[in-house]
């Protein structure tokens, strides 16, 4: 289901700023609908969010 800026930035816990900054900078995928409207699908941003987190090495325990 396609959200609002707003909406996808509640449901994330972020500002709509930085929803803004993630599209601007074509970090996060979107869908233009008319000239203004914007929409984002929650699950796509998620699901990248995994793939982002499962990429990422894990740090060394780096004790002492």
Do not use: C
């Not at 994330?12 to 601007?24: D, G, P």
């Not at 929650?42 to 894990?58: F, H, M, T």
Request: hydrophobic content about 35%.
């Amino acid at each position: 289901m396609l959200s609002s800026i707003l909406e996808t930035a509640k449901a994330l816990k972020v500002s709509t700023r930085h929803v803004r900054r993630m599209i601007s900078e074509k970090r996060w995928p979107f869908y233009r609908l008319g000239k203004r409207t914007i929409r984002l699908d929650l699950e796509e941003i998620k699901n990248l969010g995994r793939l982002i987190a499962e990429s990422k090495p894990q740090a060394e325990n780096k004790d002492g």
